[in-house]
């Protein structure tokens, strides 16, 4: 971490810093340039919030050299996190998860768990507890659905992965579901993560649609740092000023994930094109650029659908995505 210190700083303000960095087991250089002074503060400054150094009336700025990140940043293992679950290893295979938006009868999501089988995807997504921007808008079964979805993806030999709106419910989803969603509305909800810290579950963390990269591997951090280390990042798309779409998929986080930290990450193309047609282009792209899975939106009568029907495939289109989806990932693998 360098401080640069404000060219008319007193002697006596820049001997109280000094002082208080000791205290707090750093070591520094201060260095007299001709235009400034900086200190280089030596140590390892990770967990040190560097923001309350401008209470002191020296400092001009804070450079900090290292990553707040610690357990998600790369350089913590050798290798690249992998998770298994079922016969897939996440990280290494190619993941699809597919399935509705919320789980609406026990009788839909069956049909949606045969049909995301059959397409030859391996698990199924559905919404028991639905956050939703209207309180008129449907907000799902609760443990009724849940309980639905955990059944209908056993019987299919699928894997159930369901969104935690509240850490109250987590016995219910240690119970009934193998992987815990964290939803984007959710992503900062600290309380929530370090719940989700203690349990044995792998998370599947979305970005929040206003949210930063490195503010989305902070919440990683949150959940790893109480003892979870099985996470799946999932990039839904951010909030931008284009109206076209639902929002915009960023697809560059992907890259910057790869570059930063050793967790997988899952792409989301349903939630940010907010419309079906843009649903397949997406998810090839977003394997073409390095993700490890898809989360995709799929009902049996998508017209019907309680939720989010403009964005969820039919059948018949599901089954032929994930046809090209297995031959580009084959392309990719061969020519890596």
Same mark, same amino acid.
């Given at each position: 971490m360098i401080i640069k210190l404000k060219n008319h700083a007193s002697l006596a303000e820049v001997d109280t810093l000094s002082q208080d960095l000791l205290d707090q087991g750093f070591s520094f250089e201060t260095v007299q340039g001709d235009a400034h002074t900086v200190m280089h503060v030596l140590g390892d400054t990770t967990t040190f919030d560097e923001k309350k150094l401008y209470a002191y009336d020296c400092v001009d700025r804070v450079f900090s050299l290292q990553d707040p990140f610690v357990r998600t940043h790369k350089d913590r293992t050798k290798t690249k996190t992998t998770i298994r679950l079922g016969s897939i290893t996440v990280g290494r295979d190619l993941f699809v998860i597919g399935g509705p938006c919320s789980v609406e009868s026990e009788s839909q999501i069956h049909k949606s768990?045969?049909?995301?089988?059959?397409?030859? /995807? &391996?698990?199924?997504?559905?919404g028991a507890y639905k956050p939703r921007t209207s309180p008129y808008a449907f907000q799902g079964l609760? @443990?009724?659905?849940?309980?639905?979805? #955990? @059944? /209908?993806?056993?019987? &299919?030999?699928?894997? #159930?992965?369901?969104?935690?709106?509240?850490?109250?419910?987590?016995a219910l989803f240690d119970k009934h579901v193998d992987v815990i969603q964290v939803g984007a509305r959710n992503m900062q909800n600290f309380d929530l993560l370090k719940a989700l810290g203690n349990s044995a579950k792998p998370i599947l963390l979305k970005r929040g649609f206003g949210n930063t990269v490195e503010e989305w591997l902070m919440s990683a951090e949150y959940v790893m740092n109480h003892g979870n280390d099985q996470i799946m990042l999932c990039e839904r798309g951010i909030r931008t000023f284009e109206p076209h779409t639902r929002a915009t998929l960023d697809l560059s986080s992907v890259l910057a994930i790869r570059e930063l930290s050793h967790l997988p990450v899952i792409v989301d193309p349903s939630h940010a094109a907010g419309k079906y047609a843009y649903v397949d282009g997406l998810a090839k792209a /977003?394997?073409?650029?390095? /993700?490890?899975?898809?989360?995709? @939106?799929? &009902?049996?009568?998508?017209?019907?659908a309680f939720s989010d029907g403009a964005q969820s495939l039919k059948p018949e289109k599901f089954s032929r995505l994930m046809d090209a989806l297995r031959a580009l990932d084959d392309t990719l693998k061969k020519n890596a």
């Open positions: 768990a045969r049909l995301v089988k059959e397409a030859g /995807a &391996h698990a199924l997504r559905g609760g @443990e009724k659905g849940l309980r639905w979805l #955990s @059944e /209908a993806a056993k019987a &299919h030999g699928l894997i #159930s992965v369901s969104e935690i709106v509240d850490k109250a419910d987590l /977003a394997l073409a650029v390095g /993700a490890d899975g898809l989360m995709i @939106e799929v &009902h049996p009568n998508p017209v019907r």
